[in-house]
């Protein structure tokens, strides 16, 4: 199973992205939950969004206030990320997460020592 992220970049106060989890071997539909996390330097990894087979529908951080979409492809192989209304304090290195517990519900989505299988990683600029 492989994770891999992409679409990460630099982006102006206000500007949106789309970041993308490409699994490979995981189709979280049958496997399990796909989370978005994202991390700044000397601060903990926190959630961002998540998608699972365990729930219905999605769920956000509290911080992303309507600003962030999680979707996915038919196949349920890859995962998209949309980000919108851009702000500095989105700054981070965004990372995707599997995994195939069924612990994975409203109140644990963001644990993450729940989460297998980890990407690289991919940088989110936003200037001011």
Do not use: H
Not at 13 to 25: D, H, N
Not at 42 to 53: F, H, L, M, Y
Not at 79 to 99: F, G, I, Q
């Amino acid at each position: 199973v492989q994770l891999v992220e992409s679409g990460g970049g630099l982006v102006q106060a206000g500007g949106s992205l789309r970041l993308s989890c490409a699994t490979s071997g995981f189709a979280w539909g049958d496997d399990g939950t796909i989370t978005w996390f994202r991390q700044v330097p000397g601060k903990e990894r926190e959630g961002v969004a998540c998608i699972s087979k365990n729930f219905a529908g999605a769920i956000y951080g509290d911080f992303v206030k309507g600003r962030f979409t999680i979707s996915t492809d038919n196949a349920k192989t890859t995962v998209y990320l949309t980000m919108r209304n851009l702000e500095p304090e989105d700054t981070a290195v965004y990372y995707c997460a599997a995994a195939t517990t069924p612990r994975i519900r409203i109140k644990t989505w963001n644990w993450l020592y729940l989460y297998e299988l980890w990407g690289q990683g991919t940088q989110v600029t936003v200037s001011s």
